[in-house]
């Protein structure tokens, strides 16, 4: 059951389909987007919330990610470039009894919004933000953004960009983020199963999608989606569940010290025993900020449910405050106000 905190969102007496939540707009992603799979596996996800389509928000900033609202059967906010963290806030904050959901693009959230991002992650406020990672700007034709690979030629980078790019996993770690996961495009029940866990999680949410831009960034994540690869470069974590991977689930993920390593089971002495058991509920967050930094070719990539750590949320505190004022204040009313204390009178 979801659990969205001491003020829960109203459960709907009947019971959803997927049809329930399919807009009848016309989707204008281009076709092969990965947006396509994010979009069917929310509109999976929300009826098994449980929640009145009329209680689910959707709110976006700029960015191919960003007309979401419009294709999903729900209320929706489309804003301005940088800002849908801002407006989920307020949301979220005016009428704690909603679901907020958030998508945003790489450019969207980590570059002109990248001070409101860090801070509703600070803030941990309720809210679900899906984060798609095409590591390029694809709604402005094609200008490399802040998870662009090092090196890659595009267009405001035409001999490389020689800019180091953003982890945003480890940019939630040190925004003191409670909920990181990741998952990529080509794994659509993954993606629900995730999105589902986010739901579940009482405080802010991220989900890093690692999408596929058929036109400015095609096969950007290939080295690890590829069908040939995939098994060898990601690693599915399971919380309670050893850290194991490759095609043959003979490799795992050791902690040797203070770092990680892959090792390979039956060799050296190596057994499933040393295999290091993945926690995602650990409050502490420093292997969680290593798994999210793991990636290829030293590492598989981790998907899934990284992180899920429970700490008081910011909209549950200020409703709480709230409450505390109403009980113990001598004001409950304007006329109350006006007549508190010494009063002027304007000629």
């Given at each position: 059951?979801?659990?969205?905190?001491?003020?829960t969102?109203?459960?709907?007496?009947?019971?959803?389909?997927?049809?329930?939540?399919?807009?009848?707009?016309?989707?204008?992603?281009?076709?092969?987007?990965?947006?396509?799979?994010?979009?069917s596996?929310?509109?999976?996800?929300?009826?098994?919330?449980?929640?009145?389509?009329?209680?689910?928000?959707?709110?976006?900033?700029?960015?191919?990610?960003?007309?979401?609202?419009?294709?999903?059967?729900?209320?929706?906010?489309?804003?301005?470039?940088?800002?849908?963290a801002?407006?989920?806030?307020?949301?979220?904050?005016?009428?704690?009894?909603?679901?907020?959901?958030?998508?945003?693009?790489?450019?969207?959230?980590?570059?002109?919004?990248?001070?409101?991002?860090?801070?509703i992650?600070?803030?941990?406020?309720?809210?679900?933000?899906?984060?798609?990672?095409?590591?390029?700007?694809?709604?402005?034709?094609?200008?490399?953004?802040?998870?662009?690979?090092?090196?890659?030629?595009?267009?405001?980078?035409?001999?490389?960009?020689?800019?180091?790019?953003?982890?945003?996993?480890?940019?939630?770690?040190?925004?003191?983020?409670?909920?990181?996961?990741?998952?990529?495009?080509?794994?659509?029940?993954?993606?629900?199963?995730?999105?589902?866990?986010?739901?579940?999680?009482?405080?802010?949410?991220?989900?890093?999608?690692?999408?596929?831009?058929?036109?400015?960034?095609?096969?950007?994540?290939?080295?690890?989606?590829?069908?040939?690869?995939?098994?060898?470069?990601?690693?599915?974590?399971?919380?309670?569940?050893?850290?194991?991977?490759?095609?043959?689930?003979?490799?795992?993920?050791?902690?040797?010290?203070?770092?990680?390593?892959?090792?390979?089971?039956?060799?050296?002495?190596?057994?499933?025993?040393?295999?290091?058991?993945?926690?995602?509920?650990?409050?502490?967050p420093?292997?969680?900020?290593?798994?999210?930094k793991?990636?290829?070719?030293?590492?598989?990539?981790?998907?899934?449910?990284?992180?899920?750590?429970?700490?008081?949320?910011?909209?549950?505190?200020?409703?709480?405050?709230?409450?505390?004022?109403?009980?113990?204040?001598?004001?409950?009313?304007?006329?109350?106000?006006l007549?508190?204390?010494?009063?002027?009178?304007?000629?």
């Open positions: 059951m979801i659990n969205p905190g001491n003020y969102v109203e459960r709907s007496s009947v019971e959803l389909s997927k049809e329930d939540f399919v807009s009848d707009q016309m989707v204008k992603w281009c076709p092969g987007c990965g947006a396509h799979a994010i979009l596996s929310v509109a999976n996800v929300f009826p098994k919330l449980g929640y009145r389509k009329e209680n689910i928000m959707m709110v976006s900033g700029i960015g191919c990610s960003s007309r979401f609202p419009y294709y999903v059967n729900t209320y929706g906010i489309h804003g301005i470039h940088g800002r849908a801002a407006i989920s806030s307020g949301v979220k904050i005016a009428n704690p009894h909603l679901s907020v959901w958030m998508t945003t693009g790489d450019g969207d959230s980590l570059a002109i919004g990248g001070n409101h991002f860090i801070h992650i600070r803030r941990n406020i309720d809210i679900n933000i899906l984060l798609f990672n095409n590591q390029i700007y694809g709604l402005t034709k094609g200008q490399y953004s802040p998870t662009t690979p090092m090196g890659s030629v595009t267009k405001t980078s035409p001999m490389g960009t020689i800019e180091h790019p953003f982890n945003p996993g480890e940019l939630v770690m040190g925004a003191q983020g409670t909920f990181f996961a990741r998952v990529v495009d080509t794994n659509p029940r993954l993606m629900t199963e995730v999105m589902f866990e986010a739901a579940r999680h009482d405080g802010t949410s991220v989900i890093e999608i690692l999408q596929n831009c058929v036109i400015f960034a095609d096969k950007t994540h290939d080295s690890i989606t590829g069908k040939e690869v995939r098994d060898d470069r990601q690693i599915v974590l399971r919380n309670g569940f050893p850290m194991i991977f490759g095609k043959e689930k003979n490799k795992g993920i050791r902690l040797n010290g203070t770092r990680l390593e892959v090792v390979t089971i039956g060799e050296k002495g190596i057994t499933e025993k040393d295999i290091l058991v993945h926690d995602m509920y650990e409050r502490d420093g292997i969680h900020l290593m798994l999210a793991m990636s290829y070719p030293n590492f598989p990539v981790a998907l899934g449910v990284i992180r899920s750590a429970n700490y008081p949320t910011y909209d549950d505190l200020v409703m709480e405050q709230i409450d505390y004022a109403k009980a113990h204040s001598n004001i409950k009313n304007v006329d109350d106000l007549n508190s204390g010494e009063t002027w009178e304007i000629k």
